[in-house]
């Protein structure tokens, strides 16, 4: 296990490269946010509309042959999923121009080519209310669990963290939706709920660092608050990291072998881990001095701190979460 473990002795000064890199997070966001309402999303059916078709085939079924004779009929944006059993399938296929006569075109066009080989157990058509109802919802989601992780942080620490939880948050859910600006993947269900798990991944990793900053705040009373967030923040970067790492391998290994059902969701999740384990070092921390947490302690000389009393605490030591 020793093979696998991190420093954690480490005495990085973060804080002092604070003002470039949270410039350089507020130029990405606002980079992002011009990406979104100027190149778009790659919406996928359940926001586009379109039609669903489960079938259940006679033999088990070659995924990569059915999409490719599914793609000459020219449907444009094509799912194809497996599920249950090897036999069954779901096929999604985008709403096609051309109103409720072109929907029915796609049915008969699949029926032509499949029906002396499968049963066609269910078709429906996603109309484009339904498809803007979720995204709504979607909407309605993220908004909720930021307003959600404000109020738990305000009730646990103070309002100066919840600001900077909250800001952190956003920060990671603004850049996944920027990733999916720039590569154009398909943004559906599955991507809402990837950005979701990137919320509660950021929160719980912001307030692991949140955490040992507040057992230090009341033990270095007298520390100025940079070099304490700094001394904080190494405490927690062995855990911080490894964490990150083993959860991106897993991440990776999905990429690599889930297939193009689950792959916008891997990608998207592998971003939103790396930049969440970014975001809880260089701008949630951070955010306590922009939003001066404890005035008079932005600067100054870090000896030994002390408590209200005058009474000098121990010297910092490297601790392992």
């Known amino acids: 296990m020793k093979l696998l473990s991190l420093p954690t ?9 604070r003002k470039p890199v949270m410039l350089g997070a507020l130029v990405a966001v606002i980079a992002s946010i011009v990406l979104f309402f100027t190149v778009g999303m790659n919406f996928g059916i359940d926001f586009r509309g379109g039609t ?10 070659d995924i990569a042959e059915l999409r490719s004779e599914i793609g000459d009929l ?9 599920f ?3 036999t069954d399938v779901m096929v999604r296929v985008a709403e096609q121009p051309g109103g409720d006569e072109a929907q029915q075109r796609v049915v008969i066009m699949l ?10 157990r269910r078709v429906e058509v996603v109309g484009p209310r339904v498809s803007g109802e979720l995204a ?10 930021l307003l959600a992780i404000m109020a738990y942080i305000w009730l646990r620490f103070e309002w100066h963290f919840a600001v900077g939880a909250v800001v952190t948050t956003a920060n990671d859910v603004l850049l996944t939706l920027g990733l999916f600006s720039v590569t154009q993947l398909d943004f559906n269900l599955t991507s809402i709920a990837a950005v979701l798990t990137i919320v509660g991944y950021s929160l719980n990793d912001t ?17 100025p608050l940079p070099e304490l967030i700094d001394l904080s923040i190494n405490q927690m970067l062995s855990r911080t990291l490894m964490t990150s790492g083993t959860t991106v391998l897993a991440l990776i290994a999905l990429a690599a072998f889930g ?5 916008s969701f891997t990608i998207a999740m592998i971003w939103g881990v790396v930049v969440g384990t970014f975001s809880s070092i260089f701008i949630a921390a951070p955010m306590l001095i922009t939003l001066n947490m404890r005035p008079g302690r932005t600067s100054g000389t870090a000896g030994k701190g002390s408590d209200a009393d005058g009474d000098e605490a121990d010297e910092p030591q490297p601790a392992n979460a």
């Not at 005495?11 to 002092?16: A, G, N, Q, V």
């Not at 040992?212 to 520390?223: G, P, V």
């Open 74 to 82: 020219n449907f444009g944006d094509v799912q194809i999923v497996e």
């Open 259 to 263: 297939g193009e059902v689950i792959r």
């Open 207 to 223: 307030v692991v660092v949140y955490d040992r900053l507040r057992e230090n705040l009341r033990r270095y009373k007298r520390m």
């Open 111 to 120: 029926r032509e080519l499949y029906d002396e080989e499968a049963e066609f």
């Open 52 to 61: 669903v078709v489960e079938m259940r085939f006679e033999k088990p079924v």
């Open 9 to 17: 002795d480490t005495k990085i000064p973060f804080m002092r490269w």
């Open 136 to 145: 709504e919802a979607g909407i309605i989601a993220v908004v909720v669990a």
């Open 84 to 86: 249950g059993q090897p």
